[in-house]
């Protein structure tokens, strides 16, 4: 699973707020929560749409199950607010996700939709990467959120499957390759660094896509089979004849009969239930400042939040003083700023309160504490001895594990606690390892409990279960630096070598919330027409079950 932001070159104005003040408030379902001053009707419709979206990829996912539900938060927001995130002025939009829980920021003051679609093709990778049990080939899971990001969605309808223009307009100018070379691409290739073959792979692993999941049911019971040879490690020239009942090069002549012919089937499911429960969403009212605490910590958990965030908080401490929330909040944004010692204080200040400190405040200010602790020293923070350090990775241990009872946090808390624990080397193994267990089963496909997982099995010399968390670890990584600190794991398990520290990891397979990478995404070209003719939309067909 990724630990990422998409920066969404893109503008967004479907959900334009009427003129005048608007109040702020908080609609939640059981999946969403989200946070605007948008008008209530324009807010439950931009709820809608994402729980639409959501339901009706589960429902055409082929593969292991419907992802772990971990909260989704959406904060729809305008002005000051949208910078306090750190976006660049050209960007209207951004999604980051890791193993606990996701977040969307939306810019609705800008003037063109295209944004939504381009966070829906990044909310796909999220559900695909967290199927428990199944791993999709790359082919696949580009193309089906490249199928998704014309996804059109009116009043509980969604269609799917409208033509990608742009990818289309690809195809015409650079042509197609050879199917069995498309199919075989990983995440290592070259497909994915080069300009004119990323666009021609990503165009035609939509076009692939497409050709097997739109075009009945035939084709998608082929489409499964091959995906679930594929997930058993099949190779590609065996796979494809087993599943598609043809070679290679004639799956790849069809392929290029249905480009050639330009008319691409669709597919309309309608979601009643989603659209009543959306209409029935919880609308709290929030005040002024309550809004900009949640979006002021939303933004600094970020590590992009900048002064507008700082000042946002700061806003709520000149009415609250007192606000534990807010002052932890204030502390992760000095020490995103390079102002450690300030950061450390303030954190530690929150952190006195003991047991009258609220569950996320805790969260906050003990991730300060973690992040001081594993640091690298720089000029303007000299380094810790290693008495401080091992001071301050106890206190962030013991603040971890109050939260781990804590439901909202238990995940959260259980991974950050083990980390902890472990880089301080205490207590046992024995005594994290059921911690982490209870996660897991609460969140299987979690990378970053799969991480202490295998640490703290290594630690109690339990080396066939660290292999196997490790190796569990690897196939589910959805990042070129997890996957790299897995396979240094299992090297240092086979060649009875020490296994590289914690800290060093920081958040490699997606892990705490407060160190992201971030990766720009370009405005698409403006929509190019005329190389398809479109079919109109056919009636629902019998979806591809999940393999049993």
């Not at 009872?405 to 059921?434: D, M, W």
Request: proline share 6%.
């Amino acid at each position: 699973m990724r630990n990422a932001i998409a920066i969404l070159i893109a503008l967004l104005a479907a959900y334009a707020p009427e003129t005048g003040a608007a109040d702020w408030h908080e609609v939640s379902t059981n999946d969403f929560v989200l946070i605007t001053d948008l008008p209530e009707d324009r807010a439950r419709r931009l709820l809608a749409d994402f729980a639409v979206f959501r339901k009706a990829v589960s429902a055409t996912l082929v593969g292991g199950g419907e992802a772990p539900r971990v909260p989704t938060y959406i904060y729809a927001v305008d002005g000051a607010r949208w910078r306090a995130f750190g976006a660049s002025s050209n960007a209207a939009g951004f999604f980051r996700d890791n193993d606990f829980w996701t977040e969307i920021v939306l810019d609705y003051g800008t003037r063109e939709l295209s944004a939504r679609h381009i966070i829906f093709h990044e909310y796909i990778h999220y559900l695909l990467r967290n199927n428990p049990g199944f791993l999709y080939p790359a082919w696949y899971e580009e193309g089906l959120a490249e199928l998704y990001a014309t996804v059109d969605e009116r009043d509980g309808a969604v269609d799917i499957g409208r033509p990608n223009v742009p990818r289309g307009k690809d195809l015409a100018d650079i042509g197609l390759a050879p199917v069995g070379k498309i199919m075989g691409v990983d995440r290592n290739s070259s497909a994915f660094r080069n300009h004119q073959q990323g666009a021609q792979f990503y165009a035609q692993s939509w076009l692939l896509t497409h050709y097997l999941l739109m075009n009945g049911p035939e084709r998608q019971a082929q489409l499964r089979e091959y995906l679930i040879l594929a997930d058993r490690g099949v190779p590609v020239d065996k796979a494809i004849p087993q599943a598609f009942g043809v070679s290679a090069y004639e799956l790849d002549r069809q392929l290029r009969r249905y480009f050639r012919a330009g008319r691409f089937p669709g597919l309309r499911l309608t979601f009643a239930d989603v659209m009543k429960s959306t209409a029935e969403a919880s609308f709290v009212p929030l005040g002024d400042l309550d809004a900009e605490l949640r979006i002021g910590i939303a933004a600094v958990r970020t590590s992009q939040g900048g002064p507008e965030a700082r000042s946002m908080l700061q806003n709520v401490l000149r009415e609250r003083p007192q606000d534990l929330l807010a002052r932890a909040g204030l502390a992760m944004s000095m020490q995103n700023d390079g102002r450690s010692a300030e950061a450390l204080t303030l954190a530690q200040e929150v952190l006195a309160h003991g047991e009258t400190v609220p569950p996320q405040a805790r969260m906050v200010a003990t991730d300060v504490l973690w992040s001081e602790a594993c640091r690298d020293p720089d000029a303007k923070s000299p380094p810790l001895t290693d008495t401080e350090r091992q001071a301050l990775l106890a206190q962030a241990a013991a603040s971890y594990l109050m939260l781990v009872g804590v439901p909202a946090l238990a995940n959260e808390a259980a991974f950050s606690y083990a980390q902890a624990a472990l880089e301080l080397g205490t207590p046992g193994p024995e005594e994290i390892l059921p911690i982490v267990e209870r996660a897991l089963v609460r969140l299987p496909t979690s990378t970053a409990l799969l991480v202490v997982e295998a640490q703290a099995y290594a630690r109690a010399g339990r080396k066939e279960l660290a292999l196997l968390a490790a190796r569990r670890g690897l196939e589910r990584s959805g990042t070129e630096q997890g996957r790299n600190w897995f396979d240094k794991v299992i090297a240092a398990l086979e060649g009875g070598t020490p296994l590289p520290p914690v800290c060093a990891r920081q958040s490699a397979a997606a892990g705490t919330a407060n160190r992201q990478t971030v990766a720009a995404f370009r405005e698409v070209a403006a929509r190019r027409r005329g190389w398809y003719k479109a079919r109109p939309l056919a009636a629902a067909r019998t979806l591809v079950p999940a393999p049993k």
